[in-house]
């Protein structure tokens, strides 16, 4: 693994020009992988919260449990993001942390922060920032799972996924790998299985997108975002406020 680009360093690398001393500083935070396989439950809800993750391979996703065991999924991750951010002023976990497939992740202590904010004020406002956007994403999914229908759910959630994953991915054009599966995709979109498959369908048959097992291709991806009146949050941000700018 040592020999593998940073996804973490390549999704900061998007907005701000990082220094040595930034990039020192993030290789720290991946100085100690470790692989969990398929199906496995990382951390529950209510267990100490003492750590953050770097993504260096692999999807997860966070979920909460409703009390008769339905599960509502509150965010998918994957390689570049740093996991535990809305958690940071808590105790305690909020959520558990599943992982889709074989995945490395790179656990640091809440503390390994603390070089960061005293060292580099420039890679601190970034790394507050992109949390911040977070949460503005939350509002557009708040949006979508309260007034849009199945179709516009789903296509607001392929053209969320294919602009967080062209950060760490220039290369990437209209297709992207989607390792969950429809029952895990309901559970995010607040959908059952039945509606994910007709949905998934009628977009194939209308030629807004194509699947091929894993892969996922736009073949109409501005009419999509005319669709669901979609706003890519991950393109840009505001640095000119940064220190040292």
Request: proline share 4%; aromatic share 8%; hydrophobic share 35%.
């Amino acid at each position: 693994m040592s020999g593998q680009p940073s996804c973490l360093v390549q999704n900061l690398s998007h907005y701000i020009d990082l220094t040595d001393h930034d990039r020192e500083l993030l290789a720290t935070l991946e100085r100690s992988p470790r692989d969990y396989s398929e199906a496995t439950e990382i951390h529950s809800g209510g267990d100490r919260n003492r750590d953050l993750y770097v993504v260096k391979q692999g999807w997860l996703f966070s979920y909460t449990d409703l009390p008769d065991g339905r599960r509502q999924i509150v965010k998918i991750h994957h390689p570049g993001d740093v996991i535990g951010f809305p958690d940071i002023a808590m105790k305690h976990m909020t959520t558990n942390l599943r992982s889709v497939e074989p995945v490395t992740l790179c656990p640091f202590p809440k503390s390994a922060l603390e070089t960061i904010f005293t060292s580099s004020p420039r890679l601190s406002a970034l790394m507050l920032s992109i949390a911040l956007r977070d949460q503005v994403v939350f509002i557009d999914l708040l949006r979508v799972m309260g007034r849009m229908s199945a179709m516009e759910r789903v296509s607001h959630f392929v053209l969320d996924l294919l602009a967080r994953l062209r950060i760490t991915n220039k290369d990437m054009t209209d297709t992207f790998r989607l390792p969950l599966n429809q029952s895990q995709i309901a559970d995010y979109l607040g959908l059952t299985n039945v509606y994910i498959s007709k949905t998934f369908k009628r977009l194939q048959d209308d030629g807004m997108l194509s699947r091929d097992g894993q892969q996922i291709t736009l073949t109409r991806e501005e009419e999509l975002k005319e669709l669901v009146d979609f706003e890519d949050r991950y393109i840009e941000m505001d640095t000119s406020w940064f220190p040292g700018g």
